[in-house]
Structures are given as C-alpha cells and as structure tokens.
C-alpha cells in the first residue's frame, strides 16, 4: 500500500508518463471545484452581514426609543 | 425521537450547532484533501496500461461516487418538506442543489479528460453511464431553475422537492448503468486486498481518502451554505437581529 514514489525526479512528475495535459488539467479544475465552493459561501456570508448590519442601523435611526 | 426530529426543524438550533461543528469539519476536510491529493500525485504507482492517468481516476472516482448522493438527499429533505412542512429541509434541500451541478459537471469534465487518451475520445453518446451523468446534470440545473422561476416560496419548495424524488431513478440508472448495458465505460473495480493487484490497496485506499474529503466538502458547504439562507430567511427575527448587532 505504501509505495516508493516512482519518480526519479521533478521533471519526471511534471511529465506524468507523457499524459501531463490530462493530469494536470484535472488536478487544476478541482482545485478550481474546491477554490469556488469552499470560498463562495464566505463570501456570500460577509456580504450578507453587511445588508443586514446596514438594515439594523436604518431600522435604529427610525425608531430610536425601541433601539436598547 | 419527536424532540429530536423537532429541534433539528428550529432554524436558531440549526445555525448555533453548526457554527460549533464547522471549525472540526473544515479542519478534518483539509487533513484529508491534503493527505488524499499529496497521495494521489506521488505515491499512486504507475499502472502498465494506463501508466500515470490513474492519478485522474482517484479524482473521477471520488467526486463521481459522491455526486450519486445528491438526489437521494433532495429527496429525503423534500419529502421532509412535503408530509411535515419543516423550513430547515427545504433551506438544505436549495443549499445541496448547486453544489450537485459542481460535482456532476467535475465528473463530466474528469471522466472526459481521462477517457480522451484512454479511450481515444472525449464523449461518447451511446454510453450509458455517460448519457445519465450528464442527464443528472441536467436534472440538478432544472431543479435550481424551477426554484427560481416560482416565486412563492412555499410552491417552489414543494415543486422541487416532486423533481427531487422523481430524479433518484436517475441514481439508479447512473449506478446499475455499467452493469445493464455494456458499451464504454467499465464497471465498478473489484477491490482487492493484494498490493501486488491491479486494483490493490495502492489506488483504492487514496480514493477512500478522497471520497472521505469529498463528504466533508459537502458537508462543509451545506452548512456555510445553509447558515447563509438562516440569515436570510429569518433576518425578521429577534435572534438574528441580535447577532447582527453583535457582531458589528
């Protein structure tokens, strides 16, 4: 289960047998895969928070006893 | 039982308990994105036909055994949805759908460049499997479409959770597929317990690492996901005001 890496060196590992297009494309897509889900929601998250800190600070403004 | 099923229906319950469980589920999802790619790139031995391509496969493998579990989650959480009416199983059923479509077209987009050298082509559309993997995708955008052209919210939640339940025969097509037909794509791989096997322990057990980090992005991601449409949906409430305030 544990195999020795079958490189015998960085060149080699880059060229992946000669198939380094399709290896390295896949690899590139899932980090892209990864990069939008994983980011996406925090961002959308940080956004949101912002909407709904600027509809508390105009719901405050408006009633101003109700605010504590 | 009932207490439980009750709880798990709270939006407030919901969002505190999965801010205490995301911080462990973000950080064994890196452990093991990192163990199963490092894996992956250095370790996989080189296999005598398909020499280094079977780096693809641990990715292909993972995210496509993965992707087959998205329709039976909709349509649990839709049938939630329809018999008792729970907010909670409709907001998750709406937060898995998108990322459905990733994992669908990632498998589309891995499978093709694999099969490009393998098979000497890209697509194939007497292919079963590959036919219903893509008709999966097409499911899963038709499900985010119709969401958003309803505009009331309680029918759109209804409608979707029907094509959520009527899309897992697709599941079984997808699976029984390689079986019931045989034209491209090969069957599922016997696993087996020989290092010295084709199918031994080398590729099998860094894809077991993968299709472990890929359940935890989904579950890292419906949850990110699902917190973000609590906040939205109940940002009427009390609860929610609070914590806006809070945090500013």
Known sequence: MFERIPFSSFGEFLNMGGY?????????????????????PRRRRKQLMKELERRAVLAERQQPDSSD | ???????????????????????????ALILFLVVGVVWALLFVPQDYQQSYTTRILVVHVAVASTSLAFFPIMAVAGTITLVWKMKMADMVAKTVAPL?????????ASGSIWGSVMWGTWWEWSDSRLTSMLFQFFLLISVISLRSALNDSETAAKACAVLSIVGCVNVVIIKYSVEWWNTLHQPASA????????????????????????????????????RNEILRRESRSQWVQDLVLAAK
């Open chain 2, 191 to 226: 696993l087996s317990m020989n290092s010295g096997s084709a199918n031994g322990p080398a590729f099998w057990v860094p894809t077991l690492v993968m299709v472990i980090a890929m359940y935890l992005l989904m579950a890292v991601h419906v949850m990110m996901a699902t």
């Open chain 2, 1 to 27: 039982m009932w207490q439980w099923f009750h709880r798990w229906g709270s939006p407030k319950w919901f969002y505190d308990l999965s801010g205490r469980w995301l911080p462990w589920l973000t950080g």
């Open chain 1, 20 to 40: 380094a297009f399709n290896v390295w494309t896949v690899y590139l897509l899932f980090v892209i895969f990864l990069l939008v889900n994983l980011l996406g």
């Open chain 2, 100 to 108: 459905g479509a990733w994992f669908s077209a990632l498998t589309l």
